[in-house]
Every structure is written in structure tokens, then in C-alpha cells.
T-cell receptor, first 114, second 113 residues
Framework: NAGVTQTPKFRILKIGQSMTLQCTQD?????MYWYRQDPGMGLKLIYY???????DKGEVPNGYNVSRSTTEDFPLRLELAAPSQTSVYFC?????????????FGPGTRLTVL | TQLLEQSPQFLSIQEGENLTVYCNSS?????LQWYRQEPGEGPVLLVT?????EVKKLKRLTFQFGDARKDSSLHITAAQPGDTGLYLC?????????????FGTGTLLAVQP
């Protein structure tokens, strides 16, 4: 199993541009998540999904959109990129939503908005 | 508002030393997880503690969940360079949604050979 894969690894955007961060998992997990990690701030939940066709906002959803058309894929869309969105983005998945379920993380996408 | 505070933020020690990292909150949690993150990679789960007062050991790492389920500690004995990384605690708030983890600010550990 490849686990959770993310593309691209790095990206530089200009202010106002848009892009989609791709995330795929091959573990047949129902739950998927998008986080952003800023220096000294830990991880903040952007959006999550409990299954295909179902998504919900996390702690910091503004400026982002998601979709979940399949169990495997959970892309994150940035519209009108802003410097405040410069961050490292992590996608994660878990088998269930219970507190003891392990979240498996992808390697991250480092995004810079100039 | 940061619900999970970790201390210290940074720690640089020599190989062989012992250390303790803390994760504190004023909220009660149904469980707490510790992750380690290496540069350029995503976090990897080390342990989950669910019972107040619970102690779990993973080789040289000892994890404890506070009796009141508001705090946790990670103790490393005889640290090695391979222990270098960012240590993150994450918790599910008691009574909250079952699938939203709150992450702490992290402790960056550097173990010098």
C-alpha cells in the first residue's frame, strides 16, 4: 500500500491564482482530513469528510473548498490565493472517527503565495 | 485560542540524556494521542491513551495521561539522535465530535550525537 499520497510536493502561487492540492489514499478509509501547519502553530483542521459525498468544515475553512466524489480522493481547492495561505498542507485519513483511530498522514504540500 | 499547550517549544540535548515533554489543557479529553513528525514528512502516531492515569511504554518512550484527562507527558530515557523530530500531542475533546482532533503547538527536539 502506498498509504496517503499528495501532489504536488511544492508549489509557488501568485496572489489571486487558484490551484488544487491532490490527495489519494489506498487504505479504503472512510474518513479523510485536510490540515495546514504553520510554524509554531501545530496543525489546524481545514475540512474533513466522513465518506464519499459528505464533507464538513473544520477550524479554518475560509478560502478553501473540498469535494469527495470517491472514497480514495479528497482534493483541496484554493481559489484566489492569498499570502496568508502560505503553509504546509497535510492530508490524512482514518478508518473511523472514534477517538482511538489512528490518522495516517501524507508527506505534505509546501505552498508559497507571493 | 490554543486548547493544547505543549512545553517546552524547543529542546536541544546531548545523546544519552533524559527529557520530558508536556501537553496541557484546561479541557477534559476522551483520549489523547502523541505523534512524531520528521522534517519533510507527515506526523506518525506513537501512542493513544484513553484512561485517566494510564501509562504506556514504547521502548525508551513513556507516555502518561493525567488522572483528570486534561494533560499528558512524554518521557524519553537515554535519548538518541534518531529521536530528533517534532512531537505533537493531539486530543479529542470530551463530548465533542468523534472525528476532529485538536493538535498542540508541538515540541521540537534535537538530540546531538
Amino acid at each position: 500500500n502506498a498509504g496517503v499520497t499528495q501532489t504536488p510536493k511544492f508549489r509557488i502561487l501568485k496572489i489571486g491564482q487558484s490551484m488544487t492540492l491532490q490527495c489519494t489514499q489506498d487504505m479504503n478509509h472512510n474518513y479523510m482530513y485536510w490540515y495546514r501547519q504553520d510554524p509554531g502553530m501545530g496543525l489546524k483542521l481545514i475540512y474533513y469528510s466522513v465518506g464519499a459525498g459528505i464533507t464538513d468544515k473544520g477550524e479554518v475553512p475560509n478560502g478553501y473548498n473540498v469535494s469527495r466524489s470517491t472514497t480514495e480522493d479528497f482534493p483541496l481547492r484554493l481559489e484566489l490565493a492569498a499570502p496568508s495561505q502560505t503553509s504546509v498542507y497535510f492530508c490524512a485519513s482514518s478508518y473511523g472517527g472514534e477517538s482511538y483511530n489512528e490518522q495516517f498522514f501524507g508527506p505534505g504540500t509546501r505552498l508559497t503565495v507571493l | 485560542t490554543q486548547l493544547l499547550e505543549q512545553s517546552p517549544q524547543f529542546l536541544s540535548i546531548q545523546e544519552g540524556e533524559n527529557l520530558t515533554v508536556y501537553c496541557n489543557s484546561s479541557s477534559v479529553f476522551s483520549s489523547l494521542q502523541w505523534y512524531r513528525q520528521e522534517p519533510g514528512e507527515g506526523p506518525v502516531l506513537l501512542v493513544t491513551v484513553v484512561t485517566g492515569g494510564e501509562v504506556k511504554k514504547l521502548k525508551r518512550l513513556t507516555f502518561q495521561f493525567g488522572d483528570a484527562r486534561k494533560d499528558s507527558s512524554l518521557h524519553i530515557t537515554a535519548a538518541q539522535p534518531g529521536d530528533t523530530g517534532l512531537y505533537l500531542c493531539a486530543a479529542l475533546r470530551h463530548g465533542g465530535a468523534t472525528n476532529k482532533l485538536i493538535f498542540g503547538t508541538g515540541t521540537l527536539l534535537a538530540v546531538q550525537p
